[in-house]
T-cell receptor
Framework: EDQVTQSPEALRLQEGESSSLNCSYTVSGLRGLFWYRQDPGKGPEFLFTLYSAGEEKEKERLKATLTKKESFLHITAPKPEDSATYLCAVQAGGYNKLIFGAGTRLAVHP | KAGVTQTPRYLIKTRGQQVTLSCSPISGHRSVSWYQQTPGQGLQFLFEYFSETQRNKGNFPGRFSGRQFSNSRSEMNVSTLELGDSALYLC????????????FGPGTRLTVL
């Protein structure tokens, strides 16, 4: 069964304290791995798509990487506005549905 | 380019009633998917529509249904509402191409009393 697990569930950082979020997955025929950011009461905001092991993408303070079993979202020198829930999702097989992890709640304190 | 829009943003219903939610995709996007988000189960796939046809369906009871119109706008319907149907219902649209990104709307918050 396709499965996505995110860790940690919650993470508290001081402003400027870099860290990484983990997304491990078990799927048949990965077609893409996606990172989203979700603020309270809002829909998920698209961040990155990764398609193959070894791929990396960057956007401002965020960098996403992908291996054959997991993905990392690295946050460099975070700011309070980076506080949100970060969701990882995979698309597998011949379907367009996304299978989501439970998310990591990130809080960045000044 | 305008994003995905969903109406209404908030709904309060009572058990046994039915509800219809609406989604307008990003212009040019022909695929629309619906997801349910709850604190206990997270984000779960409901169904996907493309060219007015349901292409995929998640593991939800038949009380959950949807449709898509020729302009790609989509509606989902939940009949005989139960307390457990209280959730944020999210719509996502996707452009049929080599890119798989799905873009989400703000959601409809449904509360069943």
């Amino acid at each position: 069964e396709d499965q996505v697990t995110q860790s940690p569930e919650a993470l508290r950082l001081q402003e400027g304290e870099s860290s990484s979020l983990n997304c491990s997955y078990t799927v048949s025929g990965l077609r893409g791995l996606f990172w989203y950011r979700q603020d309270p009461g809002k829909g998920p905001e698209f961040l990155f798509t990764l398609y193959s092991a070894g791929e990396e993408k960057e956007k401002e303070r965020l960098k996403a990487t992908l291996t054959k079993k997991e993905s990392f979202l690295h946050i460099t020198a975070p700011k309070p506005e980076d506080s949100a829930t970060y969701l990882c999702a995979v698309q597998a097989g011949g379907y367009n549905k996304l299978i989501f992890g439970a998310g990591t709640r990130l809080a960045v304190h000044p | 380019k305008a994003g995905v829009t969903q109406t209404p943003r908030y709904l309060i219903k009572t058990r046994g009633q039915q509800v219809t939610l609406s989604c307008s995709p990003i212009s040019g996007h022909r695929s629309v998917s619906w997801y349910q988000q709850t604190p206990g189960q997270g984000l779960q796939f409901l169904f996907e529509y493309f060219s007015e046809t349901q292409r995929n369906k998640g593991n939800f009871p038949g009380r959950f249904s949807g449709r898509q119109f020729s302009n790609s706008r989509s509606e989902m319907n939940v009949s005989t509402l139960e307390l457990g149907d209280s959730a944020l219902y999210l719509c996502a649209s996707r452009q049929e191409s080599s890119y798989n990104e799905q873009f989400f709307g703000p959601g409809t918050r449904l509360t069943v009393l």
